[in-house]
């Protein structure tokens, strides 16, 4: 067994790689989506103005996402203690997308091996490369601009193991494509919208323009798989959607960025406590309620144009608090 850095671990990942002799097209959309993917390469080095950003003064995420916003714990801080506390819960935040890059990268370089398609397998590729581009562009913002990172929460890295770890390559599609990029999506688009960072917006747009290629991968390949499988087989590619949506969702909580500027045990304890109320109660401040909505509507269309929403799956999605789109928006 290789001995292994202390930031880094191993996750067994043994599936069949399926060998094609049939390389001519085989699917004309995917072979098109490939051709976009070869059209819009980008190179992070040269196309992003790394001069421009990240004024003194300035805040990445909207202060609207941090869960004190608008409560006494924010109304007693003086504006430099808000900024630096923006710039830790947005490195936190930052750090989780940039761990989700490096998974896709590794995962879609598994499904290539694994896709029988010669069309899929041409794509991955290219999204092999699209990730690897993200995985360095968000890893160059936060050490060379920002100066901090987090580590990967112990759910978010359970959940990515356990896509890496499924030897079927739709399963591992449903965790990355259908689940965990939709909710990348909403992240990214909230920041290239309303970052107040000139330059975290830029490379946002950039990385969204490659995600909704990544989607359509998604929607390409998996409505003709999910017809193929039997009833227990479409049950298990629901469960595992529902579970991926749970890993992305649950324990995400930034405790190290309060710790780093000053909060007590006590006061951080106080935190989860009111977040944890506010997500009870559906009392969100209109960003988190704008990304919310975002995410649940997306994912739930997803899940419905590929087939997998069943009254099981929308039981299971419930209990998540993810609903209906028309009945999500009368919420908000
Ligand atoms: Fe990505
Ligand atoms: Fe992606």
Redo the contacts with the bound molecule.
Sequence with gaps: MQKLPSHAHEVPANGPAVVTQFLDVETPEMRSLYEKAKRDQWNASSDIDWDSGLAPDCGILPDGLIDIYGTPYWERMSAAERLQLNRHFSAWRISQLMY??QF?LMVCGQIANAVPGIDAKFFMATQVM??AR?SEVLARYLYEKVGVTYPLTSNLSDMFDRVLETPLWYLKTVGTQLVA?TL?VSLFRMLADHSPDPLISQICRR?LA??SR?MGFGMLSLPEQVTELSDREIAEAEDFACVATAGLLQGQFPQEAYEAVGFSKAEIHDIKTMRRTAAEKNEYVAFRQYFKKDFHTALWSNMDKVGLLSRRAIDKLGTMGICAPERSAAAA
């Design positions: 989700g890059e896709a699209d990730e993200h990029e990348a990385i490659d995600e990544h």
